[in-house]
């Protein structure tokens, strides 16, 4: 029953995604993204390509995981200047979490750091975040992890619940690494912005500082 529910997801997941670009008329000369110019080609060839990668994946075999995978990566690689790169960092993502046989948690991590590195003002930045501290938790790379929670942290408003998310997960990492001292920082941290434990952060936090 499990394998029947992951293949209708991924048969969604495909087809959804290849579906909307592929049903778009574009006008290319009205395009403006507003990204840091990556590529070494014309902005206009690399939006041609990517909307004839977009269009090739609408006529492609549901099944056929591979060349999903090579148009994303191609997408990616060789259009970096156009709104499609960042879309197929997601949706190649999506396809390598759904996928049978596909999943790969590391190469999921490179493309939402790719994301994140190379395209700081997306619109998709949150979901990008957040996938990529999931998957890094998934993997228990604490290291990485903790990283990329001191990173968030630095442009994450501290009155914000996502600031104390974030200090919750850098202060567990912290504990896994056996940083006993960042750790009890992170969890003060939280105690400090919140001294009547009114969120389940701050619960969570406090628990931690009694072992």
């Not at 579906?19 to 840091?36: G, M, N, R, T, W």
């Not at 750091?113 to 990008?128: C, M, S």
């Not at 994450?156 to 998310?165: G, M, Q």
Request: aromatic letters at 10%; proline letters at 5%; charged letters at 25%.
């Amino acid at each position: 029953m499990a394998n029947r529910y992951q293949i209708l997801l991924l048969t969604l997941v495909l087809l959804f995604g290849v579906a909307v670009c592929a049903s778009e008329k574009v006008d290319l000369d009205k395009i403006d993204f507003p990204a840091p110019r990556l590529g070494k080609t014309p902005v206009k060839d690399q939006l041609q390509l990517a909307y004839s990668l977009y269009d090739q994946m609408s006529a492609t075999d549901i099944w056929d995981v591979e060349s999903f995978r090579d148009c994303h990566n191609r997408v990616i690689n060789e259009c970096p200047d156009t709104p499609w790169a960042i879309e197929s960092c997601w949706r190649l993502s999506n396809l390598l979490i759904t996928a049978p046989r596909q999943h790969d948690n590391e190469e999921v991590v490179r493309l939402m750091t790719h994301a994140l590195e190379k395209y700081p003002g997306n619109p998709w930045q949150d979901r990008f975040k957040n996938r990529l501290l999931r998957t890094l938790q998934d993997m228990k790379d604490h290291t990485r992890l903790l990283y990329w929670c001191q990173k968030l942290l630095e442009t994450t408003d501290p009155e914000s619940e996502k600031y104390l998310s974030l200090t919750l997960v850098a202060g567990k990492s912290a504990t896994a690494l056996g940083d006993q001292e960042s750790a009890s920082w992170y969890f003060n941290e939280i105690l400090n912005r919140d001294p009547k434990k009114e969120t389940i952060f701050a619960r969570i936090a406090a628990s931690h500082l009694k072992q």
